[in-house]
């Protein structure tokens, strides 16, 4: 926002323009004065530019008796006097308001440090406070330590008394300890001797014990190692045996195959007879025979059956005892 100082210099510059351009003193308007500087209030306008109007009207009335090149130079000095006057006074006045603001700023400084030395002066005060409150309780704690020192050195007084009382207690008690240690170390060490020779003796008996048991103990590996050599032996005759039985076994089940596939032809041919009914006395007698030979087939597979179970009982029955040797 433009300063009012401003406006009015402007108005007058304004006016001033106007008249050089033709135009009368009392023809101009604040509207025009408004429309040349584009600033500033209207009524500051107004009340300038009838300030410059009278100022104008005793400048023209002075000039008017006079003659027009006198009146029209008086009326150029008045101008310029005035202007200079103008000039010199917005000077003055600038100077004025820039001492104004620096003696405003500080104004403004000395009252920030009014304001803090105050509240320095507030805080020292506090300070103070504080300290005399913390001296008195100083002095209060000085009292009761003064008072509980007194105490403690009463105290110490008395425990000194004990403590020597105490020390020629245990003086005393220590000398009758020693005593009763020199008598136990004494028994002890006679305890140890006689345990001593008690352990010597029992030492030596331990010994022979334990000779005698090592030669028990030879004589008995020496047995055991006969005897698994004996234990090898039957079982190296076992594993023969078994392995003949074995033979045995399978050229038994070869026999049990081959008397079963005989039957299973002696009853196919069986079985083509009884169908054939052309030849029937004849196929008959066929018939019988065949049937005898399928009996004793039969019994032939009986016997060899029996003789293969009989064959791995034995097998099974070996391999146990071999087991509960072997454990």
């Known amino acids: 926002m433009s300063r009012v100082s401003d406006t009015r210099q402007r108005t007058r510059e304004a006016a001033a323009q106007l008249v050089a351009g033709g135009k009368r003193s009392h023809e101009i308007t604040v509207d025009q004065i408004y429309a040349a500087i584009q600033q500033g209030s209207r009524t500051t306008i107004n009340d300038e530019l009838k300030l410059w109007k009278d100022e104008r009207a005793k400048a023209d009335a002075v000039g008017a008796d ?10 150029s000095l008045w101008v310029a006097a005035v202007e200079q006057g103008e000039k010199v006074f917005n000077e003055h006045r600038q100077a004025l308001e820039s001492d104004l603001e620096a003696q ?20 020292l005060q506090h300070e103070v406070s504080q300290l005399r ?27 000194q008394h004990e403590v020597a009382a105490v020390r020629t207690d245990m003086a005393q008690q220590r000398e009758a300890a020693l005593q009763a240690h020199d008598r ?82 002696g009853e196919a041919r069986l079985a083509a007879v009884a169908t054939i009914t052309g030849e029937r006395d004849q196929l008959a007698l066929e018939l019988a025979g065949a049937r005898g030979q399928v009996s004793g087939l039969k019994a032939a597979l009986q016997s060899a059956e029996a003789r293969a179970v009989a064959a791995e009982n034995q097998l099974t029955m070996a391999h146990k005892r071999r087991q509960s040797k072997q454990k």
């Open 133 to 159: 409150e913390q001296g008195i309780e100083v002095q209060q704690q000085l009292t009761r330590e003064t008072e509980a020192k007194r105490d403690a050195l009463g105290q110490v007084q008395a425990l």
């Open 184 to 265: 136990l170390t004494a028994e002890f060490q006679a305890t140890i001797a006689a345990r001593d020779a008690a352990f010597q003796v029992e030492r030596d008996k331990s010994n022979e014990r334990m000779e005698a048991a090592q030669a028990r103990m030879l004589q008995e590996t020496d047995a055991a190692r006969e005897g698994q050599r004996h234990a090898e032996q039957q079982l190296a005759k076992l594993r023969q045996r078994s392995e003949d039985q074995q033979t045995s076994l399978t050229e038994l089940r070869l026999d049990m195959a081959r008397l079963r596939r005989e039957l299973a032809e």
């Open 66 to 75: 006079l003659p027009p090149a006198i009146a029209d130079a008086m009326r």
């Open 104 to 123: 405003r700023r500080a104004y403004d400084d000395v009252a920030v440090e009014r304001d803090a030395a105050q509240a320095t002066v507030h805080q």
